[in-house]
C-alpha cells in the first residue's frame, strides 16, 4: 500500500491543478456571460456570434427581436447568440447611476485611491524646493 501512496496522491494533485487552472475559470466565464444575457433590455446595442449589430426591440422568453441596418429589417435571434452589449440604452445608464449610494465604505476607497496620488505630488513639491 506505500508504494502506491505517492502515485495516489500525484493523481489527487494532478486533478487539484486541473480543476483550478481549467474548470474554476471557465464557470467563472459562463456565469458572466450568463449574468450579461439576463440584463439585456429593450434599446441595447449587441453583436450576435454570427458578427451581426443590432438593436433589441423586443424580448421574448428565450429569444430576441434585433433592428438591424438602415432600412430597420427585424431579426429574431435566440439570447445564446448575444456576443456582446455594445452599447447600453443611456436612459438605463443614467438610472443605474443614480442608483448608486454613496457610502462610508465608498468613500473610504475612493480616498485610499487617490492618497498615493497626492504623496506623489507632496514628494514632487519637496524635490523642487
Known amino acids: 500500500m506505500a508504494e502506491f501512496l505517492p502515485q495516489i496522491i ?3 494533485a494532478l486533478f487539484a491543478l486541473m480543476y483550478f ?3 474554476r ?10 449574468r450579461m444575457r439576463e440584463a ?14 443590432g438593436k433589441i426591440v423586443r424580448i ?6 434585433i433592428q438591424v441596418g438602415t432600412d430597420k429589417t427585424k ?3 435566440a439570447k445564446w447568440a448575444v456576443n456582446n452589449v455594445e452599447n447600453k440604452d443611456e ?6 447611476a443614480e442608483e448608486k449610494k454613496v457610502t462610508p465604505k465608498s468613500i473610504k476607497k475612493l480616498g485610499e485611491k487617490t492618497e498615493p496620488a497626492a504623496e506623489a505630488a507632496g514628494d514632487q513639491a519637496d524635490a523642487e524646493e
Open 60 to 65: 421574448k422568453e428565450d429569444r430576441l427581436i
Open 10 to 12: 500525484m493523481i489527487v
Open 25 to 34: 475559470p471557465q464557470k467563472k466565464k459562463d456565469d458572466e456571460v450568463r
Open 91 to 96: 436612459s438605463r445608464v443614467k438610472e443605474t
Open 40 to 53: 439585456l433590455r429593450v434599446g441595447d446595442d449587441i453583436l450576435t456570434i454570427g458578427g451581426i449589430y
Open 75 to 77: 431579426i429574431e435571434i
Open 21 to 23: 487552472m481549467l474548470i
